[in-house]
């Protein structure tokens, strides 16, 4: 690693010992227009609350419905709004050569390191999964963290590959196949980074931390701070009693409704902020917004989730 490199990597690492990975919404006008003041409002109430690191533009963000202007000024203004405090790491992603416009962009915004999203719509074998990585390196200065999903896997062999790029700190993990990302961590170098980035991970941190990995990225981080921080408290402090119960009565129930219908992981983080009175808008198509009914569900299991954590609606 380059000194650079290195420096970002290290702040990473301390960041994911004393908060959860903040996932920020994308804020839209009833119109579905960026709103960029909407933003910074919201973004700054999130860094605020303390969290190891923040990722722009990413998946709970809406990254795949933003044009690269309205990227630009999402990943801007997050810089702007964390102002050192804590590192930003922007998404980028379709094919490699979209990905380098978008990752110029966040350089040129300030950002401190990339979460590279995976690829557009085709299947492709190890060696493609890597050369998609050894591009995008080669057009940008920033530090690359993988996220394998969907139709992104890595094998051993092709995580050592992508381990030995220069510019690539990191993996987060999406598929929760903890085989397969023990012989990964196995592999690794030492100061090489794991994330859980299972959907609702608070739900296998506990799965997560036996191979590993305990760092991970908090949906809920995005709509109820006190509750994603109390569980993360709870968790790092080992006081099982304080885990289970978020996770009884809160966290899986969450996961039963978000698993209604597909896109609930993103609209249903969005629907509850605007319960809890933040304007960050309706998400873009081809999301949907919860139906009526979900929507009661969602603001009873909010106020449960809040009652828990001595935290107001």
């Known amino acids: 690693m380059n000194p650079d490199t290195d420096a970002v990597a290290r702040r990473l690492r301390k960041g994911m010992v ?6 920020p919404l994308t804020s839209f006008h009833d119109d579905g227009s960026l709103d960029p003041d909407g933003f910074r409002a919201y973004v700054a109430d999130r860094i605020a609350t303390g969290p190891g690191a923040v990722f722009p533009a990413c998946g709970t963000g809406e990254f ?15 810089v702007e709004e964390a102002a050192g ?27 401190d390191a990339l979460l590279v999203l995976p690829h557009y719509l085709v299947a492709a074998p190890q060696d493609g999964l ?50 397969r990302l023990q012989r990964l961590t196995l592999a690794a170098p030492e ?11 608070e739900i296998q941190a506990r799965a997560y931390a036996t191979v590993g990995v305990p760092a991970y990225s908090s949906a809920v981080h995005a709509f109820a701070p006190e509750i994603a921080n109390a569980f993360f408290t709870a968790f790092q402090g080992g006081d099982d009693g304080t885990v289970d119960k978020l996770l009884r ?8 409704l978000r698993d209604r219908v597909p896109g609930y992981a993103v609209s249903l983080v969005k629907a509850a902020a605007r319960l809890r009175g933040t304007p960050v808008g309706p998400v873009r198509a081809p999301l949907t917004d919860p139906s009526a009914a979900d929507l009661d569900a969602l603001e009873q299991l909010l106020t449960t989730g809040l009652d828990l954590v001595g935290a107001a609606l």
């Open 18 to 23: 004393n908060g959860v990975l903040s996932f």
């Open 64 to 78: 795949f419905s933003l044009d690269e202007d309205e990227y630009r000024q999402v990943v801007t203004i997050t």
């Open 85 to 111: 405090r804590v590192p930003v790491v922007a998404g980028t992603g379709y094919g490699w050569a979209q990905a380098a416009r978008f990752a110029r962009i966040a350089e040129e915004a300030g950002a």
């Open 130 to 179: 890597v050369a998609q990585l050894e591009q995008i390196a080669a057009r940008t200065r920033l530090p690359l963290i993988a996220y394998q999903r969907g139709q992104v896997a890595f094998t051993v062999a092709s995580a050592k590959r992508i381990a030995g790029i220069p510019t690539v700190i990191g993996l987060k993990d999406g598929h929760s196949d903890l085989d």
């Open 191 to 201: 100061d090489f980074l794991f994330f859980n980035g299972a959907a609702t991970a």
């Open 249 to 256: 009565d809160f966290y899986v129930p969450l996961v039963e």
